[in-house]
Nanobody, 123 residues
Framework: QLQFVESGGGLVKHGGSLRLPCAATGNTSDSYTIGWFRQAPGKEHEGVSCINPSVGITYYTNSVKGRFTISRDNAKSTVYLQMNSLKPEDTAVYYC????????????????WGKGTLVTVSS
């Protein structure tokens, strides 16, 4: 059973940076689609960034392109989301999630979900 523990959230000023680690326990082969999702208050879950090394696809939602970077450290079974130039509209609970094959970066397409970490960006 694949499980995730997210960390690294907190309060940061507009323009600041955070790095969110997602530590996985269980099988996370390159065929898995692993990504970061977020849910702002009153909104649906949004796919922020997903990666699937076996098909060579890395996805970013338009609003974070050029500011966020997803990466994997297979030796540590950890996926990172580096977030730079943060904006107040990035405020949300950020979740790590995965599917056991290639899937679009959509919350309902994932099979495993973490519990999330809160990111608050002040103006």
């Amino acid at each position: 059973q694949l499980q995730f523990v997210e960390s690294g959230g907190g309060l940061v000023k507009h323009g600041g940076s955070l790095r969110l680690p997602c530590a996985a326990t269980g099988n996370t082969s390159d065929s898995y689609t692993i990504g970061w999702f977020r849910q702002a208050p009153g909104k649906e879950h949004e796919g922020v960034s997903c990666i699937n090394p076996s098909v060579g696809i890395t996805y970013y939602t338009n609003s974070v392109k050029g500011r966020f970077t997803i990466s994997r450290d297979n030796a540590k079974s950890t996926v990172y989301l580096q977030m730079n130039s943060l904006k107040p509209e990035d405020t949300a609970v950020y979740y790590c999630a995965a599917a056991s094959s290639f899937k679009l970066c959509v919350w309902s397409h994932m099979n495993y979900w973490g519990k999330g970490t809160l990111v608050t960006v002040s103006s």
